[in-house]
């Protein structure tokens, strides 16, 4: 037997738990840009910090080279995150 039959998930489960986790990284691309909106109106400085930070975990998470992940997030330039979520479009 083998371990998802253990947990006792019936076949469409199955399907459903595999499809969540070959899109993940759509969700963290879709994730990346709605942070990058909200950033753009947010006036509380401490989201702000939160909202980069945030950016910064995700980038890690689809795997960007760690260069490019600082290049991106050192001047916390919205415009060069947005132009990277462009052409990953």
Same mark, same amino acid.
């Given at each position: 037997?083998?371990?998802?039959e253990e947990k006792g998930y019936t076949p469409?489960?199955?399907k459903v738990i595999r499809r969540f986790y070959e899109? &993940?990284?759509l969700r963290l691309i879709q994730k990346l840009g709605e942070l990058v909106s909200?950033?753009?109106?947010?006036?509380?400085?401490? +989201?702000?910090?939160?909202?980069? &930070?945030r950016i910064k975990e995700i980038l890690i998470d689809l795997k960007v080279h760690p260069h490019e992940v600082e290049f991106l997030t050192?001047? +916390?330039n919205l415009t060069v995150i947005s132009k990277k979520l462009a052409e990953v479009f």
């Open positions: 037997m083998d371990q998802k469409y489960q199955q899109n &993940k990284d909200n950033l753009y109106v947010e006036t509380s400085e401490k +989201k702000r910090e939160y909202g980069w &930070k050192k001047d +916390k």
